[in-house]
């Protein structure tokens, strides 16, 4: 069971902007980093944005992220139809000593 | 390039055991922590275990914790997940990823299956 909660969906039309949410607990993201993931159905995930709001060399500027408090956010700003994927938060919990993933949300272009 | 490689996966009864391997490739393999992540069909992500870069610290979900062990052998470059007492439930595509809190780098994953 994910201790990191995601809407199950989000959509919007080319060009326009999308915010997904993820939220946790003081365990959580309310003292540690933020991650988040990008997969693509039959794939590996790929690391979108680490360390809250940091993107890894070649993830286009249209993506960012941000955390507030026991929340985070990840905002694809430009929607484009090769954005159409599943996105995941995750997060060190220091109560589980472990990682937790977000529920996960699908991204859909329309 | 860095390649993570799993293998080991399968069709295996309840109450079985498995070792899943991943070959690590095109980075120094001691100096980094591993992770296992699972994924079953049509689910979200599972943290699963991850395992310091010397192997002297391992983590592992409440989930698996008594069943699975994780292990390395930094001679080899590779990362094990050892599974016994499997269960329908662990039935999951399993992903080894270098690293953790971020993994940066993720292998293609591999099939677990458990099933009668």
Redesign the interface.
Known sequence: Q?VLTQPPSASGTPGQSVTISCSGSASNIGS??V?W?Q?FPG?????LI??DDQR?PGVPERFSASKTGTSASLAISGLQSEDEA?Y?C???DYR?????????TKVTVL | EVQLVESGGGLVQPGGSLRLSCAASGFTFRIYAM?W?RQAPGK????VS?ISGTGFTT????SVKGRFTISRDNSNNTVYLEMNSLRAGDTALY?CARD??????????ILVTVSS
Do not use: C, M
């Open positions: 994910s540690n980093i991650n993931y997969q794939t590996a995930p790929k690391l680490k360390n890894p599943d995941y995750a997060a060190w589980l000593n472990g990682d937790v993933f977000g529920t996960g | 992770t992540v979200g992500l599972e943290w991850a983590y592992y979900a409440d992903f953790r809190n971020p993994s940066d780098h993720w292998g293609q994953g």
